[in-house]
């Protein structure tokens, strides 16, 4: 074989190197993950003179439930101009958590600007030492979703029940019940958008759901 032969296949072969080098596929995008932020960063208020609040009873938090669809971290939405019956998820967009941990999350912290807040654990500990239960709030998460009402407008749709019960010997009584639900419009058509509309939406829940506690 000639020299002239030699480098011709050797350079044939390196060209065929760098192509298939080329064709390899890209390594797979990461998908983004959400939560619904930081919460409030302002300083709080400087307390005015006023009559102190009435104390508010200790209260215990179950954990919330959801259905099987909502149990995990997908960005979901539904295309209401198409089939509002369809669930879909983002590909490249994720809950850091389940959604109704998020929610709970929140919750409790809200909760807790008032009341002393007990998990399922405290709350059987308290029931051991003391002999009696706070009062229980459940609460369920229904929907959780960006809804697309065209291709270019799309709110956040939040919906929960929520059921305050006390444990009484003959078991439990239902203190009072209710649903929520909140809309909020996402500032773009898109996971982000959406994801900025569900966290305002849940915002405005779980304020409702502190408010309705303490009217009880």
């Known amino acids: 074989m000639n020299d002239a032969l030699k480098h011709a296949l050797t350079g044939l072969a390196v060209a065929l190197l760098l192509a298939g080098c080329g064709a390899l596929p890209d390594k797979p995008a990461r998908a983004a993950l959400y939560d619904f932020g930081p919460g409030s960063t ?27 669809r909502l149990d995990g971290t997908q960005l979901l939405y539904r295309l209401g101009y198409a089939d509002a019956n369809e669930l879909r998820p983002y590909g490249q967009s994720r809950w850091s958590q389940p959604p109704a941990q998020l929610l709970r999350q929140r919750l409790r912290e809200a909760l807790s600007a008032g009341h002393t807040v007990l998990g399922p654990e405290e709350s059987a500990t308290i029931a051991r030492t003391a002999g009696r239960l706070p009062d229980t709030l459940r609460v369920t998460l229904e929907e959780f979703s960006q809804y697309f009402e065209s291709r270019e407008r799309s709110i956040g749709l939040v919906r929960v029940s929520a059921t305050l019960t006390r444990n009484q010997p003959g078991g439990d009584k239902v203190l009072a019940q209710r649903s929520f639900m909140v809309r909020k419009p996402a500032p773009t058509p898109d996971g982000p958008g959406g994801v900025k509309a569900l966290a305002a939406a849940s915002e405005v829940v779980v304020a409702e759901l502190v408010a309705w506690v303490d009217a009880q």
Not at 42 to 68: H, K, T, Y
């Open 42 to 68: 302002a300083p709080a208020p400087a307390a005015a003179a006023s009559p102190a609040p009435r104390a508010l009873p200790m209260i215990a938090l179950a954990e919330v439930d959801a259905n099987s």
